[in-house]
């Protein structure tokens, strides 16, 4: 749309329906609720962005609009779509920026800052650390031990699984008995324990002053609840819009009520047919019911012309859809004709890896730089052949979801230390700095956190405490480096923490070099916070998911190659895609084939997948992959076939091509032209 920007009217683009959404009750402070609910690339997105121009346009004050998005990447696209809109509307020199949009972000990032600011008035400590999943893990591990869950006969639930039910349970807002029956039916019998160590877990966070993910969407609610407090947190924001509102859970959606509970200043925007976050507690229902829970009722805008690919694509992903049982039937339509998808049968894994690099390589002999084109996949690990490939063959590329940058060893300790030094009482960050130590073991690393929580001023403890002799250089070298750091220089602060670090960092990893060069990176990505706070919380809520995601400039001008799973790759869109194992076992993934409704959230990642692609889309069928030894098969080769989403009548909308080499075929892959013979269904039977 940006290509098409008309300095008179930026708006001119927009066709009835969405400019119909876009001004809906502009300058109407009683109009209604918006919902606008359309298929993929219809320009849901954009007619958003739209709207918060025409709003800003018409007086709205941008510090008063409320913009939550699905990450922050598309926050940040959102804010930028809708700033050069304004900055056409205005017609404002190039040298004069547009009104920024300061609170646009995540459902997370915006409650971290809500929730800092509101603290001292709902008991929770200013200075709160927020915990990333894996840190929320090993804390669920730990009071699982100390209730003695650990050691009953029968084996208890892990402290993993015992995250995941919990956050459940705070996400749908249901009973910790309903979730275990509903989603996790193997663990009945023991809710009792789960509820007390529910309690504990909750008990040992608002101790340590941390908060996890869940914590963040619940205290927000809570402050809705609130009589005393919302009217403040209402009165903070004149509008709130959201996008991709068909992956909100309960609380999200009772949060968005609660923020404008007569549904005036409220926009939300959804595909019912993308919805893929069931498994993280959202609901479909949300966004179907969406209308009638206000009086009066919102507004419903839809939009079935898509903007963003060729017909035989459309036709092909509508097929996809339309053979759900349930749901919506919205037949998008396009007027671009161009080439029919492409259903390509390889032999195994390397063929797959092969044909992927051969294709990009033709495309952008084209043409097509290699930005405009992607690889989706439905697990993170599903590239992993591909990447050699790529690497071998020199292509760049930078792979979204999956990549966990911030599990790395080396940045978790580098985070670690800022975050002790920011709250002296967050155990887990103590326990792995104190332990950096040369000679400083788990037992003295314990007492000396236990030490700090038990006192009434944490740092004087630290400084007070009685570091084993063999310890005593590097711990004095510690202590001058926690109280250079507590003076707080940002973003000097993660240089200060790095000096410290690197002898350690040198002494403990043999690839030293290429750790420091991700370290560097966070120093980088460090100045464009404004606070240590800042950094910390939002890195923690949605961390980048490649090294170069917020590369600096240096990196801005190459090209490289999408290679990202389905899930991250939710808004966007490539001129070209492949999508890799379009295969039974892949998609749907065979982790997730427990029940029907699972089935169809796969039914419709394919099919989020399919409709990311403008012009050209191959799915890649390997006759023959390797299934990792997660799998109670162990680790081995497995024959596939085509996902069980396209069947004859879907498969017929594509062209389809075999790639595979007679040797290949003659050791007995199933043909790809939609026989669905599930063999990898009927080897897992075998066991
Ligand atoms: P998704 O469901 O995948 O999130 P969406 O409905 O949000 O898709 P957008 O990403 O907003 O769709 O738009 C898809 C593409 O169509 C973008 O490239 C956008 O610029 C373009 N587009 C949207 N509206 C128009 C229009 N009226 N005229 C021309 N192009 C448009
Ligand atoms: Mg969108």
Same mark, same amino acid.
């Given at each position: 749309?940006?290509?098409?920007?008309?300095?008179?009217?930026?708006?001119?683009v927009?066709?009835?329906?969405?400019?119909?959404a876009?001004?809906?009750?502009?300058?109407?402070a009683?109009a209604?609720?918006l919902?606008?609910?359309?298929?993929?690339?219809?320009?849901?997105?954009?007619?958003?962005?739209?709207?918060?121009?025409?709003?800003?346009?018409a007086?709205?004050?941008?510090?008063r609009?409320?913009?939550?998005?699905?990450?922050r990447?598309?926050?940040?696209e959102?804010?930028?779509?809708?700033?050069?809109?304004?900055?056409?509307?205005?017609?404002?020199?190039?040298?004069?920026?547009a009104?920024?949009?300061?609170?646009?972000?995540t459902?997370?990032a915006v409650?971290?800052?809500?929730l800092?600011?509101?603290a001292?008035?709902?008991?929770?400590a200013?200075?709160?650390?927020?915990?990333?999943?894996?840190d929320a893990?090993d804390l669920?591990?730990?009071v699982?031990?100390?209730?003695?869950?650990a050691?009953?006969?029968?084996?208890?639930?892990l402290?993993g699984?015992?995250?995941a039910?919990?956050?459940?349970?705070?996400n749908?807002r249901?009973?910790?008995e309903?979730v275990?029956?509903h989603?996790f039916?193997?663990?009945?019998?023991?809710?009792?324990?789960?509820?007390?160590?529910?309690?504990?877990?909750v008990a040992e966070?608002q101790r340590q002053q941390l908060?996890?993910?869940d914590?963040?969407?619940?205290y927000?609610?809570?402050?809705?609840d609130e009589p005393?407090?919302?009217?403040?947190?209402?009165?903070?924001?004149?509008?709130?819009l959201?996008?991709?509102y068909?992956d909100?859970?309960?609380l999200?959606a009772?949060?968005?009520?609660?923020?404008?509970?007569?549904g005036?200043?409220?926009?939300v925007v959804?595909d019912?047919?993308?919805?893929?976050?069931g498994?993280r507690?959202?609901?479909?229902r949300?966004?179907?019911?969406f209308?009638?829970q206000?009086?009066?009722?919102?507004?419903?805008?839809?939009?079935?012309?898509?903007?963003?690919?060729?017909?035989?694509?459309?036709?092909?992903?509508?097929?996809v859809?339309a053979?759900?049982?349930?749901?919506?039937?919205?037949?998008?339509w396009?007027?671009?004709?161009?080439?029919?998808?492409?259903l390509?049968?390889?032999?195994?894994?390397?063929?797959q890896?092969r044909?992927?690099?051969?294709e990009?390589?033709?495309?952008?002999e084209?043409g097509?730089?290699?930005?405009?084109q992607a690889?989706?996949?439905?697990a993170a690990?599903h590239?992993?052949?591909?990447?050699?490939?790529l690497?071998?063959?020199?292509i760049?590329?930078?792979?979204?979801?999956g990549?966990?940058?911030?599990?790395?060893?080396?940045?978790?300790d580098?985070?670690?230390?800022?975050?002790?030094?920011?709250?002296?009482?967050?155990?887990? =960050?103590g !326990?792995? *700095?104190?332990?950096? %130590?040369? +000679?400083?073991? /788990?037992?003295?690393?314990?007492?000396l956190?236990d $030490?700090?929580a038990?006192?009434?001023?944490?740092?004087?403890?630290?400084?007070?405490?009685d570091?084993?002799?063999?310890?005593?250089?590097d711990?004095?070298?510690?202590?001058?480096?926690a109280?250079?750091?507590?003076?707080?220089?940002?973003?000097g602060?993660?240089?200060c923490a790095l000096?410290?670090?690197?002898?350690?960092?040198e002494?403990?990893?043999d690839?030293?070099a290429v750790r420091l060069?991700?370290?560097?990176?966070?120093?980088?990505l460090?100045a464009?916070y404004?606070?240590?706070?800042?950094?910390?919380?939002?890195?923690t809520?949605?961390p980048p998911q490649?090294?170069?995601?917020?590369?600096?400039?240096?990196?801005?001008?190459?090209?490289?190659l999408?290679l990202?799973t389905?899930?991250?790759?939710k808004?966007?869109e490539? =001129?070209? !895609?492949c *999508?890799?194992?379009? %295969?039974d +076992?892949?998609? /749907?993934?065979?982790?997730?084939?427990?029940?029907? $409704?699972?089935i169809?959230?796969e039914r419709?990642l394919?099919?989020?997948?399919?409709?990311?692609?403008?012009?050209?889309?191959?799915?890649?069928?390997?006759?023959?992959?390797?299934?990792t030894?997660q799998?109670?098969?162990?680790?081995?080769?497995?024959?596939a076939?085509?996902t069980r989403?396209?069947?004859?009548?879907?498969?017929?909308?594509f062209?389809?091509e075999?790639?595979?080499?007679?040797?290949?075929a003659?050791?007995?892959g199933?043909a790809?032209?939609g026989a669905?013979?599930d063999?990898?269904?009927r080897?897992?039977?075998?066991?």
């Amino acid at each position: 749309m940006a290509a098409v920007l008309d300095r008179r009217d930026p708006f001119a683009v927009l066709n009835a329906e969405q400019r119909a959404a876009a001004e809906h009750g502009v300058g109407d402070a009683s109009a209604p609720a918006l919902l606008v609910v359309a298929g993929a690339g219809t320009g849901k997105t954009a007619t958003l962005a739209a709207r918060v121009a025409k709003l800003v346009l018409a007086g709205a004050d941008p510090q008063r609009v409320l913009l939550l998005t699905f990450s922050r990447r598309a926050a940040h696209e959102m804010a930028q779509r809708a700033a050069r809109l304004l900055h056409a509307a205005l017609g404002l020199p190039p040298t004069l920026a547009a009104p920024q949009l300061p609170w646009a972000g995540t459902f997370h990032a915006v409650a971290a800052r809500l929730l800092r600011e509101h603290a001292p008035r709902i008991g929770l400590a200013p200075a709160f650390t927020i915990v990333d999943r894996g840190d929320a893990e090993d804390l669920m591990g730990l009071v699982r031990h100390e209730q003695g869950l650990a050691a009953s006969a029968r084996r208890f639930p892990l402290k993993g699984r015992c995250l995941a039910i919990y956050s459940r349970a705070v996400n749908t807002r249901e009973p910790v008995e309903a979730v275990v029956r509903h989603a996790f039916p193997w663990c009945l019998g023991w809710e009792d324990e789960l509820r007390r160590l529910f309690a504990a877990y909750v008990a040992e966070k608002q101790r340590q002053q941390l908060l996890d993910y869940d914590d963040l969407l619940l205290y927000w609610q809570l402050l809705l609840d609130e009589p005393s407090l919302a009217g403040a947190v209402r009165a903070r924001f004149d509008h709130v819009l959201v996008d991709e509102y068909q992956d909100t859970n309960r609380l999200q959606a009772a949060i968005v009520r609660g923020l404008k509970p007569d549904g005036r200043g409220l926009t939300v925007v959804g595909d019912d047919a993308q919805a893929i976050y069931g498994f993280r507690g959202a609901e479909l229902r949300h966004i179907l019911d969406f209308p009638r829970q206000f009086e009066p009722p919102a507004r419903v805008v839809t939009l079935t012309r898509n903007y963003r690919s060729t017909q035989p694509l459309l036709a092909a992903a509508n097929a996809v859809v339309a053979l759900a049982p349930e749901g919506f039937a919205k037949s998008l339509w396009s007027d671009r004709d161009g080439e029919r998808p492409r259903l390509v049968a390889v032999a195994d894994e390397a063929a797959q890896a092969r044909w992927v690099a051969d294709e990009v390589l033709r495309r952008r002999e084209e043409g097509l730089a290699l930005k405009q084109q992607a690889v989706l996949f439905r697990a993170a690990q599903h590239s992993a052949a591909l990447e050699l490939e790529l690497a071998r063959r020199d292509i760049p590329f930078v792979k979204y979801g999956g990549l966990a940058f911030l599990e790395a060893a080396h940045v978790k300790d580098l985070l670690s230390v800022l975050r002790w030094v920011h709250n002296p009482r967050h155990r887990l =960050a103590g !326990l792995r *700095v104190a332990q950096l %130590v040369p +000679g400083m073991g /788990p037992a003295h690393a314990r007492r000396l956190v236990d $030490a700090m929580a038990q006192s009434g001023d944490p740092v004087q403890a630290m400084h007070d405490f009685d570091a084993p002799r063999a310890a005593a250089t590097d711990w004095a070298a510690w202590l001058a480096a926690a109280a250079a750091l507590r003076t707080g220089d940002w973003p000097g602060d993660v240089a200060c923490a790095l000096q410290w670090y690197r002898p350690h960092l040198e002494r403990l990893h043999d690839d030293a070099a290429v750790r420091l060069a991700d370290l560097e990176q966070l120093a980088r990505l460090a100045a464009g916070y404004p606070s240590r706070e800042r950094f910390l919380a939002e890195l923690t809520l949605d961390p980048p998911q490649a090294t170069s995601d917020e590369a600096g400039a240096p990196h801005r001008d190459e090209d490289w190659l999408v290679l990202s799973t389905i899930h991250a790759a939710k808004g966007q869109e490539w =001129a070209a !895609l492949c *999508v890799l194992h379009a %295969v039974d +076992g892949c998609i /749907p993934s065979d982790l997730a084939t427990g029940s029907a $409704a699972e089935i169809e959230e796969e039914r419709r990642l394919l099919y989020v997948a399919m409709t990311r692609a403008k012009r050209h889309l191959a799915l890649l069928v390997p006759q023959r992959f390797h299934v990792t030894a997660q799998h109670r098969l162990g680790d081995r080769h497995v024959w596939a076939s085509l996902t069980r989403f396209v069947p004859p009548s879907v498969a017929a909308l594509f062209d389809v091509e075999t790639a595979v080499t007679d040797a290949a075929a003659a050791e007995g892959g199933a043909a790809c032209t939609g026989a669905a013979v599930d063999l990898a269904a009927r080897a897992r039977a075998a066991f």
